[in-house]
């Protein structure tokens, strides 16, 4: 009954350093997803990955970089944390079927000093 | 490119009031309709959705109907209840390629016993 799974669930960064949030998915999905929530923005998406093997740019990619380590996990890194990318982040996953809804994780709150 | 424009909040009411949370969109073709709550401290979770036009899509008394003529999703409860204090999503999705879902900038709703 896991779904999607998110690790860690908060994290504070110094401006410069780097990290890579973790996400995998007991679903057998083809599709998943990076969002970043701010404050009255709704979810942004940050990149995406259609199948295994492919992944592709959202609305927000800029300073991230994501891996599709197998079909179950979708990394995002942040090379250089700034803190502009202070922010909720949360993977998501979905059948790559018209009409399906997303499953989403638990959250990631990162704090950026 | 395709957009969701939700009523702005917050919202506040008392138990048992009457709920509208407006939602119209902007999309090419036609796209699938979703409500996502999300409650404190959690990921979001599907609350209904609806995927052609006059669809309407209904769960834990909510309702929402998928109108093309008037390009709006509005959701409704009759008589809400403290433990429908949340924060209110609308999105659409992509209805080619990957099945992104765009959303809005989110309704946070709290409702006073």
């Known amino acids: 009954n896991a779904g999607v799974t998110q690790t860690p669930k908060f994290q504070v960064l110094k401006t410069g350093q780097s990290m890579t949030l973790q996400c995998a998915q007991d679903m057998n999905h083809n599709s998943m997803y990076w969002y970043r929530q701010d404050p009255g923005m709704g979810l942004r998406l940050i990149y995406y990955?259609?199948?295994?093997?492919?992944?592709d740019k959202g609305e927000v990619p800029n300073g991230y970089n994501v891996s599709r380590l197998n079909k179950r996990e979708f990394s995002l890194r942040l090379e250089s944390a700034a803190p502009s990318q202070t922010s909720v982040y949360f993977c998501a996953s979905s059948p790559f079927k018209s009409g399906t809804e997303a499953f989403f994780g638990q959250g990631t709150r990162l704090t950026v000093v | 490119g395709n957009s969701v424009t939700q009523m702005e909040g917050p919202v506040t009411l008392s138990e048992e009031a009457f709920l509208t949370i407006n939602c119209t969109y902007t999309a090419t073709g036609y796209p699938s309709l979703f409500w996502y709550v999300q409650y404190p401290g959690e990921g979001l979770q599907l609350l209904l959705k609806a995927t052609k036009a006059d669809d309407k899509g209904s769960n834990k008394g909510f309702e929402a109907t998928y109108r093309k003529e008037t390009t709006s999703f509005h959701l409704e409860k009759g008589s809400v209840q403290v433990s429908d204090s949340a924060v209110y999503f609308c999105a659409l999705s992509d209805i080619q390629g990957a099945q992104k879902l765009v959303f809005g900038q989110g309704t946070r709703l709290t409702i006073n016993p």
């Open positions: 990955s259609a199948s295994e093997g492919t992944t």
